[in-house]
């Protein structure tokens, strides 16, 4: 997907959600564990209740992995049931890879080309070379963990050099040098409304993907104060928050109303700043 067609279907369907499917057997209502494969019923009911109100799903891979074979799947079919319904609708593989080159490039293959997500997720502790073969892939894009939205972030992404840089900044600011650079978007936590002015400043074009609203307590119009950009440039992701809003049958009519609840907030803020 382009970056172009991305903000083409945000400002159609007035909506910047990202629904994460970070999906646990034990959350999941008990009438789908008779299914054969439950998880992937989940995901399919789920898509089938929000596609129209939402602009991306992220899986993060690790709730599939946790179920080996079965889980990688689940994960594969629900990837392949949003390619062939919704092919408009942004995938990211919530992986956070990054190794030495060759292996970066094997993952690289394993989530643009294999499974074919639209982007991925990375961390950038390993520097350029871990990051620039995922970049190397035309019209898919590397979500890179800048300010994360849990409290242990703070331990390294705030360390400051002697001239007050903090870490988080040095590797926004040096990952715009990269090949591809333009295909980078990055992970902002919706914990820390306070750092997007500053992150705005350094990247002001680039889409941030915003996980933290809903369990983690993150408010929506608090990150938009600074992180809107004029493409809008916003993927709010909210994960349990929408999928498990209800424990029972009706839980994919109540995560259509728990994401029509934040799409229609974005509506209103779009609107407000005539976006
Ligand atoms: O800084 C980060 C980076 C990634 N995540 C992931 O996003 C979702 C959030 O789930 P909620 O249920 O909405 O809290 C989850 O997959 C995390 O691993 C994050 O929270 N913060």
Redesign the pocket.
């Known amino acids: 997907m382009t970056k172009q067609e991305l903000i083409h279907q945000i400002k159609a369907k007035r909506s910047f959600l990202c629904i994460?499917l970070?999906v646990d057997l034990e959350k999941i209502p008990a009438h789908l564990l008779q299914l054969d494969d439950p998880v992937f019923e989940f995901n399919k009911a789920i898509i089938e209740a929000t596609h129209d109100i939402t602009v991306a799903y992220?899986p993060?891979t690790?709730?599939y992995e946790a179920y080996g074979l079965k889980g990688w799947e689940s994960l594969s079919k629900t990837i392949a049931y949003l390619n062939e319904n919704y092919p408009s609708i942004f995938t990211i593989a919530?992986a956070?890879r990054g190794d030495i080159g060759n292996t970066s490039t094997r993952y690289a293959k394993a989530f643009f080309e294999d499974l074919n997500f639209d982007s991925v997720?990375v961390a950038p502790y390993m520097g350029s070379d871990s990051v620039e073969p995922f970049l190397a892939f035309e019209n898919k894009f590397t979500i890179m963990?800048a300010l994360?939205?849990?409290k242990g972030?703070l331990d390294f992404q705030l360390m400051q050099d002697e001239k007050g840089a903090t870490l988080y900044e040095k590797v926004l600011k040096t990952s715009l040098g990269w090949k591809n650079s333009e295909q980078l978007m990055y992970?902002v936590?919706a914990t820390r409304p306070e750092y997007f002015q500053k992150i705005r400043n350094i990247v002001p074009d680039h889409f941030l993907l915003v996980?933290?609203?809903?369990?983690?307590g993150g408010d929506l119009q608090e990150v938009c104060t600074y992180g809107l950009n004029n493409d809008i440039g916003l993927l709010i992701?909210?994960?349990?928050?929408i999928i498990y809003a209800s424990p029972n049958e009706n839980f994919a009519e109540i995560a259509r109303k728990k994401a029509l609840e934040l799409q229609k907030e974005m509506q209103v803020i779009l609107d407000e700043k005539g976006l």
């Open positions: 994460g970070d992220k993060n690790a709730f919530d956070k997720t963990l994360t939205s849990n972030g992970v936590g996980p933290g609203v809903g369990a983690q992701n909210s994960s349990r928050g």
